[in-house]
């Protein structure tokens, strides 16, 4: 990820003149590479050598081999959609011992903007009065709100997204190996996600590209008032809550850049996002995207995804004119 350097120089810069926070609050756009970042900045904490990482050490062998004792890392589990406070009173423990093998600890806490806010209080103490051999690495994805007190406790990296081609270019060497997968398909993931080659590599891996297609399918038809909500909800259901809210928002997203004058990112539903775009002012694609944030902001509570989902799609609907104009081809009368 080159786009990724300068900011690793600077950390490494920061090690050399001894002037490495203890925490740090690294803020990114989802698939920029945050977690790759933390990685590779955890094994130059550990390394032994200057400049780090130097891949020859103990230290770097053992990040190689995966098994470095002094790295732990902490995010949501499973299915879980939150960092729980069990996870972070493991973290206060780690934090309390001594390092094992190098002179200090890293522990990453992937996705800090989904602490529950047990685990986000129990970690204020920690952040407050950081052990001297520890480093916390605190990740966020831009736009997810995150505790105030947490963050003036932090020293803030924003990392840059790539520019020109070094997203594609990552991205087809990252997607060799998958089935199926060329540069005309990598270009229709990198829409979807934005331009971030980390969220276009992941939809390629689980077929997003695919379940965006059903998607948009009963989207166009629930908006046609040819199928009900409940129909509508099912691909997005099966994309998964936190996937469902990424398509509804880059959708969104489009509808407020097609009404401003722009292009859609998402060529796919150019059409019926246009028809939309002509047919209501531009607040109700802020109005759209501030229902996203809500679902978003609700994801660290054990929010019932196809009630979100709907409830979101119903938000859709109303932007559907009602009675007398031009319809979406295709688009009978409402019942």
């Known amino acids: 990820m080159p786009w ?5 120089q600077t950390l490494q810069q920061r090690l050399d003149e001894g002037t490495l926070p203890h925490a740090l609050l690294v803020t990114a756009e989802a698939g920029v590479g945050k977690r790759s970042w933390a990685d590779h900045a955890a094994h130059m904490l550990v390394c032994s ?64 903007d989904q602490l529950n806010p047990s685990a986000a209080n129990a970690l204020l103490k920690t952040l407050e009065e950081p052990p001297e051999d520890l480093v916390l690495i605190l990740l966020q994805e831009s736009g997810r709100p995150i505790l105030p007190t ?6 803030v990296m924003t990392l840059p997204p790539p520019v020109g081609d070094q997203a594609l270019g990552w991205l087809l060497e990252a997607a ?26 992941e939809y390629l891996q689980t ?20 199928m009900t909500v409940n129909q509508a909800a099912r691909p997005f259901r099966e994309l998964g809550l936190e996937q469902a809210l990424r398509l509804l928002e880059g959708w969104a997203a489009d509808l407020a850049r097609v009404g401003a004058g722009g292009m859609a990112y ?24 501030a229902a996203i944030r809500e679902s978003r902001a609700a994801l660290t509570n054990n929010v019932n995804a196809d009630l979100e989902i709907q409830r979101l799609l119903i938000g859709w609907q109303g ?17």
């Open 4 to 8: 990724l350097q300068k900011a690793w």
């Open 49 to 112: 050598q200057s400049p780090a990482p130097c891949g020859q050490c103990r230290q770097c062998r053992l990040v190689a081999g995966g098994s470095h004792p002094d790295i732990r890392t902490y995010g949501p589990e499973n299915r879980s959609r939150v960092v729980r406070v069990s996870q972070i009173r493991e973290l206060i423990g780690f934090a309390m011992t001594s390092p094992q093998v190098s002179r200090r600890k890293v522990a990453i806490i992937d996705r800090a």
């Open 150 to 155: 947490i963050r003036s406790r932090c020293r």
């Open 176 to 201: 060799k190996g998958l089935d199926q997968v060329d540069e005309a398909l990598c270009r229709t993931a990198l829409h979807l996600a934005g331009g971030a080659p980390g969220l276009a590599l």
């Open 207 to 226: 077929d997003l590209v695919a379940g965006r297609d059903r998607a948009l399918d009963h989207f166009r038809k629930y908006l046609k008032a040819q």
């Open 266 to 289: 998402d060529t796919s539903a150019a059409d019926v996002l246009g028809y939309l775009a002509g047919r209501n002012p531009a607040w109700r694609a802020h109005e759209l995207l």
């Open 319 to 335: 932007l559907m004119p009602r009675r007398s104009g031009p319809k979406m081809a295709g688009q009978g009368a409402a019942h």
